[in-house]
């Protein structure tokens, strides 16, 4: 990177890599943050929800997940709000929006797609990801829908969410003159065994993997590891990640973590967020205060030796002991 662009990056951002997509002419950074909130859509979380958004945007996060489920439709009408208000240019952002799994008909998908348009404000969005396969809907249907969006110049290009590799084949199969960009799957230290497949086939067949939940709730970022028990809440939405019957283990691995951490002088996050950059992936974090934002982009500014990465790996994974 030159000095100049040096210059001209936000506080906090520089240095926040990107790969191009192998569809649509724009870049993907390794860093983005999305907003599903964990389902906090009372008028408080809203509130500071705007914020944090409008933090991040302002200290020069360009990539924003959204969804048309989340909030059922609020996250998206928040995030044209915001957009609206600090004049962002859509040049500089890779925006993305998810249609449900619930609307994988071909009629569905269109209205889905152009409700989240309306909502955003916007007449195209960068990228269209189906949220999660349904069973009863055969892919092609919904791909050569999303494929006609993708002719209109409506979406810039066409991902998936939580799709296996035979899902992801079968939905490239269906697709003609576009592909699969990227593919949005749980991926974190602690959460990783449909994340490694996907990933390898990812990787050679040139699509973007995005890894949410990657601080798994917090508790990568050194929360939970001294008494406090997360919430209902948050065990509700973080399904079987957090797990009563899990969780004790992954504590005392988190606190081994830590202590490496400790040790090289970095955020704990960090070496959450550089054993994913490292395996390639593209990483999506939940936030709710600047605060946080902060905090993480702090600790992508702090890259944790490759020694100390495979030692955090080891222990994740249960090898040696912690
Ligand atoms: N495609 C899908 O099916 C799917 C599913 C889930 C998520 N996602 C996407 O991925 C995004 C991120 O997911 P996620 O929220 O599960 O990711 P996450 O980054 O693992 O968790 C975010 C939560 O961690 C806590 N946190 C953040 N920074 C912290 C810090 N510095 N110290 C302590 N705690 C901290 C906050 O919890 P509190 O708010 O409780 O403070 C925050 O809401 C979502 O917004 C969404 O866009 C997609």
Not at 139 to 161: D, N, P, Q, R
Not at 250 to 262: D, F, G, H, K
């Amino acid at each position: 990177m030159t000095k100049a662009k040096r210059a001209a990056s936000p506080p906090g951002t520089e240095g926040i890599e990107s790969v191009p997509l192998k569809v649509g002419g724009k870049r993907h950074p390794l860093l983005g943050m999305g907003l599903w909130a964990l389902g906090r859509w009372d008028r408080d979380a809203e509130v500071r929800t705007r914020a944090t958004l409008e933090h991040a945007l302002t200290a020069g996060v360009t990539w924003i997940d959204t969804a048309e489920v989340y909030g059922t439709g609020r996250s998206e009408r928040l995030l044209g709000e915001v957009l609206t208000r600090v004049n962002a240019d859509p040049s500089k952002l890779l925006l993305t929006t998810k249609v449900s799994w619930e609307h994988l008909r071909a009629r569905q998908v269109h209205a889905a797609v152009v409700g989240s348009l309306q909502k955003v404000g916007r007449t195209s969005v960068d990228l269209v990801l189906v949220h999660a396969p349904d069973p009863h809907v055969p892919i092609a249907e919904t791909m050569e829908a999303l494929e006609t969006l993708w002719k209109a110049k409506t979406i810039g290009a066409i991902g998936v969410s939580n799709f296996s590799v035979d899902e992801l084949a079968a939905a490239r199969a269906a697709l003609h003159e576009t592909d699969i960009v990227v593919n949005q799957v749980v991926y974190n230290l602690f959460d990783r065994e449909d994340g490694d497949a996907v990933l390898e086939y990812c990787r050679t067949n040139g699509i973007v993997v995005e890894a949410y939940t990657p601080l798994l709730r917090g508790l990568l970022a050194g929360r939970y590891l001294d008494g406090e028990a997360p919430s209902p809440e948050v065990r509700r939405f973080a399904h079987h990640l957090l797990e009563r019957d899990r969780f004790d283990e992954l504590v005392v691995r988190a606190r081994a973590i830590r202590a490496l951490a400790t040790a090289e002088n970095v955020p704990m996050a960090s070496i959450a967020l550089h054993w994913l950059r490292r395996r390639g992936a593209a990483t999506i974090f939940g936030a709710s205060s600047p605060d946080q934002v902060d905090a993480i982009l702090d600790a992508w500014r702090h890259r944790p030796s490759d020694a100390t990465l495979d030692r955090a790996d080891e222990i994740a994974r249960g090898a040696g002991r912690a």
